[in-house]
T-cell receptor, first 114, second 117 residues
Framework: EAQVTQNPRYLITVTGKKLTVTCSQN?????MSWYRQDPGLGLRQIYY???????DKGDVPEGYKVSRKEKRNFPLILESPSPNQTSLYFC?????????????FGPGTRLTVL | GQQLNQSPQSMFIQEGEDVSMNCTSS?????WLWYKQDPGEGPVLLIA?????ELTSNGRLTAQFGITRKDSFLNISASIPSDVGIYFC?????????????????FGQGTILTVHP
């Protein structure tokens, strides 16, 4: 089944404790992206990647890192999480062919930073 | 970054009624996407639009890419209880352009739809 998977689905952590949220897709998509969703603000893009070893900042990249060492995986790293990073995080991927960028989303990771 | 204004923020309707929502942008997009999000799940793509003036349907859903390329509309006809959820518009600039906007999908704030049986 074609899908985007994220782990963990739920995480409660404390300020300053480094964490990684994994994202994997099995559709051979070049493009992958991370978003955070907060009430009243919709989805905001954190980072995106056009292909392996190619990443760029979205609208809200501060406090986050990403890497794209292989095509299927795009982990999101919080080196020193803070309470304002408590949010619902989504990973997405797309094929980007012929001018199209129809992104498929993962199930989400709900992060709470105490 | 670019801003998308989506309205209305929420709608409470009776089953069977038609629904309209729209998104406007301060800048031009070359792609408009409409997503639906059910509680506890990720957004699911409903309709994709790639040409100014394009009108596309998906069952009871119809979306249009505005002529100015700065707006898009989604209509749901004869709503049913399972239409409940949050609807998002999203815009993408020219994929063939360079610069910092390349690949950046911008979302509207969402429209929360409630359908009463």
């Amino acid at each position: 089944e074609a899908q985007v998977t994220q782990n963990p689905r739920y995480l409660i952590t404390v300020t300053g404790k480094k964490l990684t949220v994994t994202c994997s897709q099995n559709m051979n998509h070049e493009y992958m992206s991370w978003y955070r969703q907060d009430p009243g603000l919709g989805l905001r893009q954190i980072y995106y990647s056009m292909n392996v070893e190619v990443t760029d900042k979205g609208d809200v990249p501060e406090g986050y890192k990403v890497s794209r060492k292989e095509k299927r995986n795009f982990p999101l790293i919080l080196e020193s999480p803070s309470p304002n990073q408590t949010s619902l995080y989504f990973c997405a991927s797309s094929l980007r062919r012929g001018g199209k960028n129809e992104q498929f989303f993962g199930p989400g990771t709900r992060l709470t930073v105490l | 970054g670019q801003q998308l204004n989506q309205s209305p923020q929420s709608m409470f309707i009776q089953e069977g009624e038609d629904v309209s929502m729209n998104c406007t942008s301060s800048s031009i997009f070359n792609t408009w996407l409409w997503y639906k999000q059910d509680p506890g799940e990720g957004p699911v793509l409903l309709i994709a639009l790639y040409k100014a003036g394009e009108l596309t349907s998906n069952g009871r859903l119809t979306a249009q890419f505005g002529i100015t390329r700065k707006d898009s509309f989604l209509n749901i006809s004869a709503s049913i209880p399972s239409d409940v959820g949050i609807y998002f518009c999203a815009g993408l600039p020219n994929l063939n352009a360079g610069g910092t906007s390349y690949g950046k999908l911008t979302f509207g704030q969402g429209t929360i739809l409630t359908v009463h049986p």
